[in-house]
């Protein structure tokens, strides 16, 4: 069920009277004329400074570096309480590091902008605003004009009972355009982080994170997009939450909204469904990664089945929802736009379309893999590796969300991040395989020297030269771009023998197994090896194929006769090897 709609009737009445007498309408951001005024650390120099430039017609303002300039009362109640003079001209606010805030139990939001006024804010933390008693919401801005938004931390701000519209952080009904910047632990009705109701220009969000913002009532936990078009372009959306009954944790869209280069983690939502997105207009996805999010149904996404409303998805994974609901849902389909994973069934992918379902896309978890914002990065064995034709527009000449140029191999890959591919480690072998546990030279052992199937493998004192329980080599895995066997060197008689998982369920002992690469077994002996990282960044770490497993001393054990077995990524120095 879709929220009453009189509140609708109540926004678009609000905005076209707030629009009377706007000469032209939105007006477009200018630079203000000579050099930025500089503002004393003290709030009566921010509002006296507020006031000239507003006077002025437009004016440069740059704070006190580091300072915290508090708020304790408003100044105005245009649009509701005001702690700053409303923006009637040209104001730009360069912030150096200072944090504006509202100190105290008066509740007022901190900027307001009128129709012919327009804001750029820089280098600047918006904190605990609060759009109540009345007020339409935007809990640190209201902008009925142009706002700009770069570098700038949004926090703790909040609209809880705004009078018709919301917007936690922002409620923007002029040009918006953001960059650079972060939300977090702003709340509101709908739009815990941004409000976006123009229809004049479209708002552009990019390069930005919003994490742990709410929507209480009715959806979006970080954004919402009521009237015209929301672009959200290289932007994470991690841990936001619409609560109760309300939909889309992440994104909830009543108009257009396009999606490109982003990712979505760990994002739920209420019974409206839609852990990540929920929509009810016109959505597009393309190029994104959307994984581990949960709502009672579209976990992932949700598209509304009412007449007219639209999803296409793209070059992007839908994947590991939870929460009780399905990655995809709503009984009108999601259109299959291409090049999609779907780790179930749900969301309708075709193999036609060069889309797959029921496929593990194997993601790493959401981390700083480069760029402004964090993503989920694919192992090197990744079905969504290379799977999108050059042909395919957006591949060739485009860049992934962290910026990093598409394709880096002979196509490029599904979802918001590319894999970088480092030349293969050499075939190199025979030689020894040795542990960074500790500071003896351990080395990978074939126990007993026994050349039988399932035998243990282990630690041991190596040898001067390596007798053949000791020898290994890496040897490519037929088709697999940097995949691997990790293989014996013997001539015993039976082999070859390869490093062999125990069990591709969970952590278990490593074994010796017959090499069998491209049967149905091959997957517990497949491995790609990863330069160091992490705490060690020592050696190599080898990776099992599928099964985000890796090649670990169990406890840091450094006596003969230790057990070798696979466990998760630790980055710790028993999971360093040489290589062969």
Same mark, same amino acid.
């Given at each position: 069920?879709?929220?009453?709609?009189?509140?609708?009737?109540?926004?678009?009445?609000?905005?076209?009277?707030?629009?009377?007498?706007?000469?032209?309408?939105?007006?477009?951001?200018?630079?203000?004329?000579?050099?930025?005024?500089?503002?004393?650390?003290?709030?009566?120099?921010?509002?006296?400074?507020?006031?000239?430039?507003?006077?002025?017609?437009?004016?440069?303002?740059?704070?006190?570096?580091?300072?915290?300039?508090?708020? @304790?009362?408003?100044?105005?109640?245009?649009?509701?309480?005001?702690?700053?003079?409303?923006?009637?001209?040209?104001?730009?606010?360069?912030?150096?590091?200072?944090?504006?805030?509202?100190?105290?139990?008066?509740?007022?939001?901190?900027?307001?902008?009128?129709?012919?006024?327009?804001?750029?804010?820089?280098?600047? @933390?918006?904190?605990? %605003?609060?759009?109540?008693?009345?007020?339409?919401?935007?809990?640190?801005?209201?902008?009925? %004009?142009?706002?700009?938004?770069?570098?700038?931390?949004?926090?703790?701000?909040?609209?809880?009972?705004?009078?018709? @519209?919301?917007?936690?952080?922002?409620?923007?009904?002029?040009?918006?355009?953001?960059?650079?910047?972060?939300?977090? %632990?702003?709340?509101?009705?709908?739009?815990?982080?941004?409000?976006?109701?123009?229809?004049?220009?479209?708002?552009?969000?990019?390069?930005?994170?919003?994490?742990?913002?709410?929507?209480?009532?009715?959806?979006?936990?970080?954004?919402?997009?009521?009237?015209?078009?929301?672009?959200?372009?290289?932007?994470?959306?991690?841990?936001?939450?619409?609560?109760?009954?309300?939909?889309?944790?992440?994104?909830?869209?009543?108009?257009?909204?396009?999606?490109?280069?982003?990712?979505?983690?760990?994002? #739920?939502?209420?019974?409206?469904?839609?852990?990540?997105?929920?929509?009810?207009?016109?959505?597009?996805?393309?190029?994104?990664?959307?994984?581990?999010?949960?709502?009672?149904?579209?976990?992932?996404?949700?598209?509304?089945?009412?007449?007219?409303?639209?999803?296409?998805?793209?070059?992007?994974?839908?994947?590991?929802?939870?929460?009780?609901?399905?990655?995809?849902?709503?009984?009108?389909?999601?259109?299959?736009?291409?090049?999609?994973?779907?780790?179930?069934?749900?969301?309708?992918?075709?193999?036609?379309?060069?889309?797959?379902?029921?496929?593990?896309?194997?993601?790493?978890?959401?981390?700083?893999?480069?760029?402004? @914002?964090?993503?989920?990065?694919?192992?090197?064995?990744?079905?969504?590796?290379?799977?999108?034709?050059?042909?395919?527009?957006?591949?060739?000449?485009?860049?992934?969300?962290?910026?990093?140029?598409?394709?880096?191999?002979?196509?490029?890959?599904?979802?918001?991040?590319?894999?970088?591919?480092?030349?293969?480690?050499?075939?190199?072998?025979?030689?020894?395989?040795?542990?960074?546990?500790?500071?003896?030279?351990?080395?990978?052992?074939?126990?007993?020297?026994?050349?039988?199937?399932?035998?243990?493998?282990?630690?041991?004192?190596?040898?001067?030269? %390596?007798?053949?329980?000791?020898?290994?080599?890496?040897?490519?895995?037929?088709?697999?771009?940097?995949?691997?066997?990790?293989?014996?060197?013997?001539?015993?008689?039976?082999?070859?023998?390869?490093?062999?998982?125990?069990?591709?369920?969970?952590?278990?002992?490593?074994?010796?197994?017959?090499?069998?690469?491209?049967?149905?077994?091959?997957?517990?002996?497949?491995?790609?090896?990863?330069?160091?990282?992490?705490?060690?960044?020592?050696?190599?770490?080898?990776?099992?194929?599928? #099964?985000?497993?890796?090649?670990?001393?169990?406890?840091?054990? #450094?006596?003969?006769?230790?057990?070798?077995?696979?466990?998760?990524?630790?980055?710790?120095?028993?999971?360093?090897?040489?290589?062969?």
């Amino acid at each position: 069920m879709r929220r009453t709609t009189g509140s609708y009737t109540f926004r678009i009445a609000a905005v076209a009277a707030a629009a009377i007498g706007a000469a032209g309408g939105v007006v477009a951001m200018s630079g203000a004329a000579g050099a930025a005024v500089t503002v004393p650390c003290s709030v009566s120099s921010l509002i006296s400074a507020i006031k000239a430039a507003n006077g002025a017609g437009s004016g440069s303002l740059s704070l006190a570096s580091g300072c915290t300039y508090s708020l @304790t009362k408003a100044d105005n109640t245009t649009d509701g309480p005001n702690g700053l003079p409303a923006i009637t001209g040209s104001v730009s606010i360069a912030g150096d590091g200072a944090t504006i805030t509202r100190s105290g139990s008066a509740a007022f939001r901190l900027f307001e902008v009128q129709p012919q006024g327009s804001l750029s804010l820089s280098g600047l @933390t918006l904190s605990d %605003g609060l759009a109540d008693n009345g007020a339409q919401g935007g809990g640190a801005v209201f902008a009925l %004009g142009a706002l700009s938004v770069t570098s700038t931390t949004f926090s703790g701000n909040s609209a809880p009972s705004a009078t018709g @519209t919301s917007g936690g952080a922002i409620n923007s009904s002029g040009s918006l355009s953001v960059s650079f910047s972060t939300f977090t %632990g702003n709340s509101g009705q709908e739009g815990g982080g941004i409000f976006n109701q123009s229809t004049g220009a479209a708002a552009t969000i990019t390069d930005s994170t919003f994490s742990g913002n709410t929507a209480t009532t009715y959806g979006g936990g970080a954004i919402v997009g009521v009237q015209g078009t929301t672009n959200v372009a290289r932007d994470t959306f991690a841990g936001n939450h619409a609560t109760g009954t309300a939909g889309g944790g992440a994104i909830d869209n009543d108009a257009t909204v396009k999606v490109t280069d982003s990712t979505f983690n760990g994002n #739920t939502a209420g019974t409206n469904g839609g852990g990540a997105i929920q929509n009810f207009g016109t959505a597009t996805i393309t190029w994104s990664t959307i994984s581990g999010n949960g709502a009672p149904f579209g976990a992932d996404l949700h598209n509304d089945p009412a007449p007219g409303n639209s999803m296409t998805v793209a070059e992007t994974i839908v994947a590991n929802g939870g929460g009780g609901g399905s990655n995809c849902s709503g009984s009108a389909a999601v259109i299959d736009g291409g090049y999609n994973i779907d780790s179930g069934t749900s969301c309708g992918f075709s193999a036609a379309h060069g889309s797959k379902s029921d496929t593990d896309p194997d993601l790493g978890p959401l981390a700083d893999n480069g760029g402004p @914002t964090q993503t989920m990065a694919l192992a090197a064995d990744s079905p969504a590796v290379n799977a999108v034709p050059v042909t395919v527009p957006g591949c060739s000449g485009g860049t992934d969300q962290r910026g990093v140029s598409r394709p880096q191999g002979p196509a490029c890959d599904i979802g918001a991040y590319e894999l970088v591919m480092h030349a293969p480690p050499p075939t190199i072998g025979p030689g020894l395989v040795s542990s960074f546990a500790d500071y003896s030279r351990s080395c990978l052992d074939n126990s007993d020297f026994r050349w039988t199937p399932g035998n243990r493998l282990q630690l041991w004192a190596c040898g001067a030269a %390596g007798g053949a329980d000791q020898r290994l080599e890496l040897v490519p895995v037929a088709g697999r771009s940097g995949v691997y066997e990790l293989r014996f060197a013997t001539g015993a008689s039976g082999g070859p023998f390869c490093v062999t998982q125990a069990n591709i369920s969970g952590a278990g002992p490593l074994v010796l197994g017959v090499c069998n690469a491209g049967t149905p077994g091959a997957r517990r002996q497949m491995l790609t090896p990863i330069p160091g990282a992490g705490n060690c960044r020592c050696g190599v770490y080898y990776r099992f194929t599928g #099964t985000g497993l890796y090649m670990d001393d169990w406890a840091y054990n #450094t006596r003969n006769g230790a057990t070798v077995g696979t466990y998760r990524f630790d980055g710790g120095r028993n999971q360093g090897w040489s290589q062969p």
